[in-house]
């Protein structure tokens, strides 16, 4: 009996290191790590927002455009810098570059149907951060 439950609890071992393995395989072009205080973060098909205390590294967000169109983004950073890529396929293109005591609001890139990947990349520590981005389809 000490034998069966060894041999389940083994199995059961192996097979959560495979999927820990096929998530972090199989998972997103990019990946986020960062390290951060009072991080608060959402990210559905269209939007994705993030506010910080503290932040420190890569955040990754996926969105999914139906059709043409573009990124509307707010920002705003009280310490450090950053810069906002986003990918549709084609490699990273910047999107904005934030510093500190800056706030932002525009609309830029140009999405094509199908997946896109806002990275936000900080340089150093960011102090007492948001940032908010929406798709946006193109006019007419």
């Known amino acids: 009996m000490k034998r ?80 906002v890529y986003y990918d549709c396929g084609d490699g990273k293109t910047q999107l904005f570059s934030i510093g500190p005591g800056q706030t932002l609001e525009a609309a830029g890139g140009r999405i094509p149907k199908g997946t896109v990947y806002l990275i936000v990349e900080t340089d150093g520590t960011c102090k007492h951060g948001s940032f908010r981005f929406e798709l946006e389809e193109a006019d007419g």
């Open 4 to 83: 069966a439950w060894l041999i389940l609890i083994i199995v059961v071992l192996i097979l959560a290191a495979v999927s820990v393995i096929l998530l972090t395989v199989g998972g997103s072009k990019f990946s986020s790590h960062y390290s951060a205080v009072g991080y608060v973060h959402s990210n559905s098909a269209k939007t994705a927002r993030m506010s910080f205390s503290s932040l420190r590294g890569t955040q990754t967000f996926k969105l999914k455009s139906e059709t043409n169109g573009q990124i509307r983004y707010t920002a705003s950073l009280e310490a450090g810098s950053a810069t």
